[in-house]
Nanobody, 121 residues
Framework: QVHVVESGGGLVQAGGSLRLSCAASGSIFSINDMGWYRQAPGEQRELVAA???????NYADSVKGRFTISRDNAKNTVYLQMSSLKPKDTAVYYC???????????????WGQGTQVTVSS
């Protein structure tokens, strides 16, 4: 079982910055890929950014150049630095972790509870 906890959300004015963090813990799992998704009311959940254990990056077009994802493998922690925030970035942001069971090798997907990001105009 992997426990995923994210934090760092809040209220910020347009043009401001926030830094989200997410820590995944589990003694019998190996964390492979980690990423951030977001979901606004009435809309589908969408990928924001993802990073593999080897550092391969993937960003949504809407956040390229403004958001930066990074990872500390030793701490199983992923960060999302958000700058030049826009009202359209307002959403609940969820951390995602793909982990392998060390005994079987099977992969499982885990989600954090979510953290609210609100950007005012």
């Amino acid at each position: 079982q992997v426990h995923v906890v994210e934090s760092g959300g809040g209220l910020v004015q347009a043009g401001g910055s926030l830094r989200l963090s997410c820590a995944a813990s589990g003694s019998i799992f190996s964390i492979n890929d980690m990423g951030w998704y977001r979901q606004a009311p009435g809309e589908q959940r969408e990928l924001v950014a993802a990073i593999s254990s080897g550092g391969r990056l993937n960003y949504a077009d809407s956040v390229k150049g403004r958001f930066t994802i990074s990872r500390d493998n030793a701490k199983n922690t992923v960060y999302l630095q958000m700058s030049s925030l826009k009202p359209k970035d307002t959403a609940v942001y969820y951390c995602n972790a793909v982990a392998s069971d060390l005994q079987t090798g099977y992969e499982y997907m885990y989600w954090g509870q979510g953290t609210q990001v609100t950007v005012s105009s």
